[in-house]
C-alpha cells in the first residue's frame, strides 16, 4: 500500500466523514478506498459502451472560478456536433447546475464529458449514455405500417 496526499475541499470532507460515521467505517481512508473502487467500477461500465448515443451530462461548477465559463464555452463550441441543447441554472450565489443533451459516438461522448466534469473549479458531474442502436441493422418488425 502506498501513501498519498489529496486536497478535498471542506464541504466533501464532511460529506465523507458523515457517511463514514453512518457506515461504521474505522478511518476516512477505508471509506475513501471504497468510494474510489465504486468510482472505477462505474467508470469501467460506463466506457464498455459503443456506437451511437444520446446522453445527458449534468456538472455542478463554481461559476466565479477563474475563466471556468469563458473554458467551458470553448469547449462547447469546439463541439457543436455533440452538444444539442444545455440548460443553465444558478443554484446559490456561487454555483451553478448545467444539464446538456449530447448526442454522437459513445466514445466521443464520454471522452467530450470526461473532459467537460475535469475541468478545474466544476464540482461534481455525471453523464449518463443510453445507446440510440444507430449503426446496426434494423430488426424486420411486422406491423401494419412503414416508417420514412
Known sequence: MQRITITIEDDLLAEIDAAAEARGYQNRSEIIRDLARAGLQQSTEDTAQTGQCVAGLVYVYDHAARDLSKRLVQEFHGHHDLALATLHVHLDDNNCMEM????????????????????RGVRYGRVVMIPTGEGRPAKARKHGHRHG
Open 100 to 119: 446538456t443533451a449530447l448526442k454522437g459516438s459513445a466514445d466521443e461522448v464520454k471522452h467530450f464529458a470526461d473532459h467537460i466534469i475535469a475541468e
